[in-house]
């Protein structure tokens, strides 16, 4: 009632009671008569910062039909009172850190090469091992191939962000290439087996990106084994037993992708898009290593 007098008195204003909360603490005041020359009088302190903002000006918006563009966006800038940004609207994505693993000889390391390909502004991090070159591989590209007594140099240094002993050999992920990489806005790629990518849970919990690589099947799993050739068959067995026990682990990554006997290419495309989605998230994750 107080309210409704008070605006009475003011001939520019008028009290809108749709726009009360059932308690009010600020009602609100809105103008009615956008084009007439407000007097000088004391603009009251009623007013909400909404109704502020939302000042119309003495300036005419021209017929949307028949107005020049240009014309119309600088009306509708000052009508608003303010001119349009043209800074990104999202803000700029944070980088991030994809853990990809998954049994041996799933196709991990194929991924890799393909996304190494296809993407930039992504690092894959250079595993140091102690396990020996594979035919074809290159120091310092696939892996850091060091010495049993390096590696445990660099452990004792504390260089490493996480290591372990994999079918008797050293696997580990240096810090300061991620924390290199980091900085110049990189996404980071770490490639780990299931153990790895355990350990780097406890780290790293909800912060970086899990993705667990899959075969459409045990069976394809193992025929893929056999035919890359490279292992003993005694590694052989090793690799598939232990890989029944390593499936179980699923449930702890965040995405599961299949990697299909000659899909290899599905395959990356979907880690893709996986990346372009976690690059879209209004809540980023924000690692520190
Ligand atoms: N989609 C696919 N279809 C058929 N063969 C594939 C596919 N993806 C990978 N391979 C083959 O499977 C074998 C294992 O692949 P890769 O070495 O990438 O596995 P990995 O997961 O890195 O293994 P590890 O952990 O033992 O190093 C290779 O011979 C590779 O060419």
């Known amino acids: 009632m107080l309210i409704r007098r008070l ?16 308690k009010p603490t600020t009602p609100l005041l809105i103008f009615h008569q956008f084009n ?5 009088l004391q603009t009251p302190k009623l007013i909400s910062s909404m109704a502020e903002s939302r000042r119309p000006t003495a300036a005419p918006i021209p017929a949307v039909e028949t107005a020049d563009r240009n014309e119309l966006y600088r009306a509708l800038e000052t009508s608003v009172g303010s001119s349009f940004s043209s800074e990104p609207l999202a803000p700029k994505p944070r980088p991030l850190v994809i853990v990809i693993s998954g049994p041996s000889g799933v196709g991990k390391d194929c991924l890799i090469k393909c996304l190494r390909e296809d993407r930039e ?5 250079v595993t140091a ?6 035919p074809g591989e290159v120091h310092g590209k696939d892996y850091f191939f060091v010495s049993k007594e390096e590696f445990l140099k660099m452990v ?10 994999v079918y008797g050999e050293y ?5 300061q290439q991620i924390r290199d990489y980091m900085a110049k806005g990189y996404d980071i790629v770490l490639r780990v087996d299931i153990q790895g990518a355990s350990t780097l849970r406890k780290i790293l919990g909800d912060s970086a990106m899990f993705v667990f690589l899959v075969a459409e099947s045990e069976s394809e799993l193992v025929m893929r084994l056999i035919d890359r050739r490279t292992e003993s068959k005694e590694a052989l067995l090793v690799r598939v037993a232990t890989a029944k026990e390593e499936l179980r682990q699923m449930k702890n990554f965040d995405y599961v992708v299949v990697n299909a006997e000659g899909k290899l290419e599905s395959c990356v495309k979907v880690v893709e898009s996986i990346i372009d989605a976690e690059k879209a998230k209004v809540v980023q994750r924000r690692v520190m290593v």
């Open 171 to 175: 696997k580990g992920i240096p810090k």
């Open 36 to 40: 007439q020359k407000i007097p000088n």
């Open 121 to 125: 502004n992504i690092h894959f991090v």
């Open 129 to 134: 091992t102690s396990r020996p070159m594979r």
């Open 156 to 165: 004792e240094n504390d260089e490493l962000l996480e290591y372990a002993l």
């Open 7 to 22: 605006c009475a008195t003011i001939p520019h204003f008028s009290f809108n009671p749709l726009l009360l909360t059932k």
